[in-house]
Structure formats: structure tokens, C-alpha cells
């Protein structure tokens, strides 16, 4: 005697019956739940069911044939392992956020420090002596033709200035931000922004015994012709506009440890991070405990809940 188990394709209610001798074949039966007329077909493929009463209204399933099969729909293999969520550290989350503060805080220290030295009087220190050397492209080689008879413009006052030859021009002036102009008959006005820093008198390289250019000597490329032009600003005045950036890659620094903090998005935890080495805190400090940040957040990304959201 064979036992055939089934489910009822209409209201997915099990049944069974048994045969006596052979047990392969087709036989028909009714659910026992529903009365659905069914066929079943037992071969060496399995058992296989099918509804004879497709043209009839099919009564709902009951509620204990729901329950089977929700509990089978949401049946997990047993192999599967479970999935433990898990808990923020907020330990390293705070280690992380004030590596990063600390090196934005040192970032808007130095910035500060670099800016304020840009724009100090240096009224303790003494004049320095600088070189104006004039240059024209139009000239021939050696030749200083009206080169030699210009007027030195120091801050929008006409000051003494000593013609050494070859279209050098000695004058003295205090360390700090200075506008130099130049006056030569036959040639446009030429300004240029300066920064002299504070300096021994007289600094010059050994081998040329003149001026370190953008130090205390400073190139003036004349152009023929009437009207003014601006030259370029000088290394360390293009120095102090990146200076200014350190601000604002120290707040943006401070906010990203703020996220960090809270747990809030790992990208701008890391683009804060990534702002503080920028910043430059102390000039070497503060960039090595940015990359310390970032090292660690790479290793503990999980511990953001919206890392792979944002």
C-alpha cells in the first residue's frame, strides 16, 4: 500500500489517499477542504496536480491554508546564516571625528597665523634694500637705451632710487606688501604687487652676486607703447591667496567631524577629513592626522548608517 500526499491547487489544502498495488498512474479526487475535482498523475517525475473544475468559482482559501503557506513563502534555509546587525561604535566614531577637528582647528590657526604675518607693518624691522631690474623684449641684447632715466613709484610716492647700470635700479623699502611702479619715457606705466618678507640687508645668491628674485629682487618686463599695465603678483603674494583657502577647507574639515560624530554619511565624513590634510594645521601635524582619519574611516565605513546611501 502506497500513501500519495498532495496540495490542492484551488485552496492549497493537503491531502493524501492510498493506493493498493500499483501506485503509478493518473487517478482522480476531490479535495477533501474544497471539493475541487482534481486530477493527480504519479510518474518518476513526481506527483503531479491539476484542477478539474476550472469553470467554477473558486472558494477562498481558509485561513489555516494562509497560514501554511506564509509560512512557507517565508521559509529560510536552514544552511542560511543569520545576520547580526550591528551596533555603531561610538567610541571609534568619536576617535575619528576629533582627529579630524583637531587638524581643521589647527588648519584655521595657521591660516590665521600666515594671514596676519602677510599683513603686519614690520615697523620693528629695517629697510631692506631691493633690486628693480628692467627688461624689454624690443631691446637688443645689453642695449639699455631709455631704460636708464625711470622714475621708481613705491606705494603711489616718487622715491630716491639708484641707477647701477644694465637696467638695475636700487631702492629700500620696510618688509610687507608693497605696490612698485615704473615711469620710463618711451614706455607703458608698469605696476606690480609685491611681499618683501623680512630679510637681512643685502641677501643675495653667492655665485651672481645679485638679488633672489621675488625676494628682494623683481623683474619688470617693459612694453613699449602708452597706457599702464599690471604685472603679475609675486610668488609669495600667490602664496597667500592658497592661505586664504585654509579657511575654508578647515570649516569645511570641522563639519565633516560633525558627521562623522553623528554617524551621518561616510562620503562627507571623508571629504571633511580629506579638507583637514588641506588645511595644513601646523604644516605637517595637521595633515598626518587627516590621513590618520581617513585610514580609519575606510576601515569602519559600516559603522555610518547611510554609507551606502550617501
Known amino acids: 500500500m502506497a500513501i500519495i500526499d498532495f496540495k490542492c491547487p484551488e485552496c492549497k489544502e493537503k491531502n493524501n489517499f492510498a493506493l493498493m498495488g500499483n501506485d503509478k498512474g493518473i487517478f482522480d479526487r476531490k479535495c477533501k477542504a474544497c471539493n475541487t475535482k482534481l486530477e493527480i498523475e504519479n510518474n518518476s517525475d513526481g506527483i503531479q496536480v491539476k ?54 582647528l589647527m588648519g584655521l590657526f595657521t591660516g590665521y597665523a600666515i594671514i596676519d604675518f602677510f599683513n603686519s ?45 644694465d637696467g638695475t635700479y636700487n631702492i629700500v623699502a620696510k618688509p610687507g606688501k608693497h605696490t ?60 597667500e591667496l592658497w592661505f586664504n583657502l585654509i579657511f ?11 558627521v562623522t560624530y553623528k554617524l551621518k554619511s561616510y562620503n562627507i565624513a571623508q571629504i571633511g577629513a580629506f579638507c583637514s590634510v588641506l588645511a595644513m594645521g601646523f604644516l605637517i601635524i595637521g595633515p598626518i592626522l587627516g590621513i590618520i582619519a581617513l585610514y580609519y574611516l575606510k576601515k569602519n565605513k559600516k559603522m555610518f548608517t547611510a554609507s551606502f546611501k550617501n
Not at 494562509?66 to 517565508?74: A, G, L, T, V, Y
Request: aromatic share 10%; charged share 25%.
Open 180 to 239: 612698485i611702479g615704473v615711469i620710463c619715457p618711451y614706455y607703458k606705466n608698469t605696476t606690480m604687487d609685491i611681499f618683501l618678507p623680512p630679510q637681512d640687508s643685502n641677501l643675495s645668491l653667492i655665485d651672481l652676486e645679485q638679488g633672489i628674485e621675488g625676494t628682494n629682487r623683481f623683474t619688470f618686463t617693459m612694453q613699449e607703447g602708452e597706457g599702464k599695465i599690471t604685472l603679475e603678483k609675486t610668488t609669495y603674494l600667490k602664496m
Open 121 to 165: 607693518d614690520f615697523d620693528e624691522f629695517e629697510n631692506v634694500e631691493i633690486e628693480i631690474q628692467l627688461q624689454s623684449t624690443h631691446l637688443v641684447s645689453n642695449n639699455t637705451t631709455n631704460l636708464n632715466n625711470a622714475q621708481i613709484i613705491l606705494d603711489g610716492e616718487k622715491i630716491v632710487s639708484t641707477y647701477v647700470g
Open 51 to 104: 484542477s478539474l473544475q476550472k469553470n467554477i468559482k473558486r472558494k477562498p482559501p481558509t485561513r489555516h491554508a494562509e497560514e501554511i503557506q506564509e509560512r512557507e513563502d517565508n521559509n529560510v534555509p536552514t544552511d542560511y546564516k543569520k545576520y547580526k546587525l550591528g551596533i555603531p561604535n561610538k567610541k571609534t566614531a568619536k576617535f575619528i571625528a576629533i582627529l579630524i577637528l583637531t587638524s581643521s
Open 248 to 258: 575654508l577647507f578647515a570649516f569645511i574639515g570641522i563639519w565633516g567631524s560633525w
